[in-house]
Structure formats: structure tokens, C-alpha cells
Antibody
Framework: QVQLVQSGAEVKKPGASVKVSCKAS????????ISWVRQAPGQGLEWMGW????????NYAQKLQGRVTMTTDTSTSTAYMELRSLRSDDTAVYYC?????????????WGQGTLVTVSS | EIVMTQSPATLSVSPGERATLSCRAS??????LAWYQQKPGQAPRLLIY???TRATGIPARFSGSGSGTEFTLTISSLQSEDFAVYYC??????????FGQGTKVEIK
């Protein structure tokens, strides 16, 4: 069965960086992409960006350009999302989700979420 | 950026009744729209993609319709497990994908 298992909760200080991992299993990793979506406490869903596990192409939300990097390691079927220069409003649950390999599409399987707390 | 607007913000429905949720796009997204269900403390779950295709394992009481800028998610007979927040997402004009702000379906 398809599973996406994310790394554990993080607490970071403002200005620091965080790197969240998302390990995929149950399907051919390079046949799909991964999108990252975040959800601030009590708020809705915010799309952060997409990476193709097939060819490494990426597209990021404009508001995060320059602060976010998404990568994949096909040898371990793991996707990573790094967010730098953290601010208090980056506090959120971060989700990875399986996506199309050519472009962003519907998200059919989701990770369990990783809570990132940014606090001094 | 396409803005997705969901209505109502909260829908109070009795178990067994029909629920109709709306999602409007600020410009046409063709049929490139998905619906998700999210329960407290859980990740979202895909219900509908392509505006009207049910995802694997989704009960037939969930149905989606619409195209262009107006979309509807209908739950024909609400079960206790259906009380949750529902989000629409457009993936036609990206980046970025955009989500609606959500509709909370609560017990009346």
C-alpha cells in the first residue's frame, strides 16, 4: 500500500532552517511527483511547491521563492523540503503528498504531517 | 493567482440529510478541481478529482460536479464520519495550486 512517512516534529528559533523528510513506499517513486502543503494552526491549506521525482523539476510558491528548496533522493525514495530564514508565521503542520510527475495535479496520498514550531 | 472561494463557511446538517458545498474559481479552471476531506488532527484525504471522479475507496454518497468556475460537492446522506472540513483545490493554472478556505460540516 502507498505510504508517505514524514520526519518528526521540530522546534526552531527565528532565522534558523528546517529540513523535513518524506519517505515513500508502496509505489514506484520516480513515476510520480511530490507536493508540499502547509497548514498554520486553525487555518486552511497552503500549497508550497512541487517536485518531480522523475526528473527533479521544481515549482515553488512565489511567496516562498528564495527560502524553500525541495529535493529528492531516488535511492531511498525520500523527498525533502528545506525552509530557511524561519519566521514565527512559518509555524505550521507541513504535509507531503503524492502528485503527478509532470506537473502539479490532485494529491492522492498524504504524509501524516510534521509540526514545525518557530519560537524564540 | 486563481482565488478559490468556498461557501458556506459552516454548514449545519442533520445525519441522513443531504449536504451541498460550493466552490467558485476567480477564473476558469476547466475540470481541474479536486475536493478533500480533513478531520481534526489528520491529513487531508482526496475525495474527488477531475471535478467529478471519485478517488479510490470513496463512497458513492460523495459526488462532484461543475466545470469552469462553479463547482459543487454533494454528500447525499450524511453519515457521522462525514462531519469534517472540506477543501477544494484547483490545479489548472499553476504555480501555484490554490485551495479554498474550507467549509466545515457540523452536526445540526
Amino acid at each position: 500500500q502507498v505510504q508517505l512517512v514524514q520526519s518528526g516534529a521540530e522546534v526552531k528559533k527565528p532565522g534558523a532552517s528546517v529540513k523535513v523528510s518524506c519517505k515513500a513506499s508502496g509505489y514506484t517513486f520516480t513515476s510520480y511527483g511530490i507536493s508540499w502543503v502547509r497548514q498554520a494552526p486553525g487555518q486552511g491549506l497552503e500549497w508550497m511547491g512541487w517536485i518531480s521525482a522523475y526528473n527533479g523539476n521544481t515549482n515553488y510558491a512565489q511567496k516562498l521563492q528564495g527560502r524553500v528548496t525541495m529535493t529528492t533522493d531516488t535511492s531511498t525514495s525520500t523527498a525533502y523540503m528545506e525552509l530557511r530564514s524561519l519566521r514565527s508565521d512559518d509555524t505550521a503542520v507541513y504535509y507531503c503528498a503524492r502528485d503527478d510527475r509532470e506537473s502539479s495535479s490532485w494529491l492522492d496520498y498524504w504524509g501524516q504531517g510534521t509540526l514545525v514550531t518557530v519560537s524564540s | 493567482e486563481i482565488v478559490m472561494t468556498q461557501s458556506p463557511a459552516t454548514l449545519s446538517v442533520s445525519p441522513g440529510e443531504r449536504a451541498t458545498l460550493s466552490c467558485r474559481a476567480s477564473q476558469s479552471v476547466s475540470s481541474n478541481l479536486a475536493w478533500y476531506q480533513q478531520k481534526p488532527g489528520q491529513a487531508p484525504r482526496l475525495l474527488i478529482y477531475g471535478a467529478s471522479t471519485r478517488a479510490t475507496g470513496i463512497p458513492a454518497r460523495f459526488s462532484g460536479s461543475g466545470s469552469g468556475t462553479e463547482f459543487t460537492l454533494t454528500i447525499s446522506s450524511l453519515q457521522s464520519e462525514d462531519f469534517a472540513v472540506y477543501y477544494c483545490q484547483q490545479y489548472n493554472n499553476w504555480p501555484p495550486d490554490t485551495f479554498g478556505q474550507g467549509t466545515k460540516v457540523e452536526i445540526k
